[in-house]
């Protein structure tokens, strides 16, 4: 079984700002990993995505993750934060085995101040 | 290009009435299909997957049910709708590359 353990429930930072949102994960397999985000009454879009290969991954927006195995870590970061940039942020985890679906952290909401 | 409909985007129902909120995919064909519920203030639980017509798998215990008639058609429905049942739900389709694409969602609210 997958789980995803996102540490920070809420986010506070001011605009340009750095900001990391922890993501920890649990798998008995080789994983996929994901960072979604969430605009208000939206749907979900991918932020980014690390399946094999260079474990710093690149994003839209300006934000980049890091894959730690030995630390089983995903976290998200971005250097300078925008008012544009608040929203729910979830981590998800998938393996390339059977059903395929992602299984969700709980969510980070990032509030970015002026 | 791919896309993914669902609608409708609100929906306001008393307890006990019927659901049915329905979601399709253009663009692809054959994909895995998925429903998502997102309670206020809580992360995505997955409710149902599909891996082809007539082939849905059940994650929790609920009170829905979902149906897959055509390839790229997935509907989730109720006979009787509880106040549990309100929340934001998420359709999602992957064609076997692990990226899940997420409808606009619809919001569901049970009084």
């Known amino acids: 079984a997958q789980s995803v353990t996102q540490l920070d429930s809420q986010v506070p930072v001011f605009e340009e700002a750095p900001v990391e949102l922890r993501c920890n994960y649990s798998s008995s397999v080789s994983v996929y990993l994901f960072w979604y985000v969430q605009y208000p009454n939206q749907g979900l879009q991918l932020l980014l995505k690390y399946l094999s290969g260079s474990t710093l991954v690149k994003g839209i927006n300006g934000f980049e993750a890091e894959f730690n195995k030995s630390q089983t870590s995903f976290h998200l970061r971005k250097p300078s934060v925008h008012i544009s940039d608040t929203a729910e942020y979830f981590c998800?985890?998938?393996?390339?085995?059977?059903?395929?679906?992602?299984?969700f952290g709980s969510g980070t909401r990032l509030q970015v101040q002026p | 290009s791919q896309t993914i409909h669902q609608w409708p985007a609100t929906l306001v129902q008393p307890v006990g009435s019927p659901l049915s909120l329905e979601c399709t995919v253009e663009g692809t064909s054959n994909p895995n299909l998925y429903w998502y519920r997102q309670a206020a203030g809580r992360g995505l639980q997955l409710l149902f997957y599909?891996?082809?017509?007539?082939?849905i798998s059940s994650e929790v215990p609920q009170n829905l049910s979902a149906s897959r008639p055509q390839d790229r058609q997935f509907i989730l429905s109720s006979k009787k709708l509880l106040l549990s049942d309100s929340g934001f739900y998420l359709c999602?389709?992957?064609?076997?590359?692990?990226?899940?694409?997420f409808g606009a969602g619809s919001r569901l609210t049970v009084l």
């Open positions: 999602a389709w992957t064609a076997g590359a692990n990226v899940l694409t």
């Open positions: 998800a985890v998938s393996s390339d085995t059977g059903r395929r679906a992602l299984t």
């Open positions: 599909s891996v082809g017509i007539g082939q």
